[in-house]
């Protein structure tokens, strides 16, 4: 079975950077999309940012040119860089990917979460 396992979240203060990694279990897995949510308080989940194996990428409405999601070169990881974070970046962050694994055929994974808080 595949498993999702976020790490690098914390507190950070207004206006600093925080990195998370997403690291997915299984040798055989092949991630179609890799990507990221967040449940902020009083909001529903909602896309962080997601990429595809073809490198196409999507950044919910509020990133706005503040977090960055790239692969990395270590297999089946991928990472979210938050920089210039508010307040209202503070949330769970969960990490997200629909993909292939033998005996299991294409499925969608999430991690457990990791908080990020964002606070002076």
């Known amino acids: 079975q595949v498993q999702l396992v976020e790490s690098g979240g914390g507190l950070v203060q207004p206006g600093e950077s925080l990195t998370l990694s997403c690291a997915a279990s299984?040798?055989?897995?092949?991630?179609?999309?890799m990507g990221w949510f967040r449940r902020t308080p009083g909001k529903q989940r909602e896309l962080v940012a997601r990429l595809t194996q073809g490198g196409a990428v999507t950044y919910g409405e509020y990133v706005k040119d503040r977090f960055t999601i790239t692969k990395s070169n270590a297999k089946n990881t991928w990472i979210l860089e938050l920089s210039s974070v508010t307040p209202d970046d503070t949330g769970v962050y969960y990490c997200?990917?629909?993909?292939?694994?033998?005996?299991?055929?294409?499925?969608?994974?999430w991690g457990t979460g990791t908080q990020v808080t964002v606070s002076s």
């Open positions: 997200n990917s629909q993909g292939f694994a033998s005996g299991y055929g294409v499925q969608e994974y």
């Open positions: 299984g040798s055989s897995f092949l991630a179609n999309t």
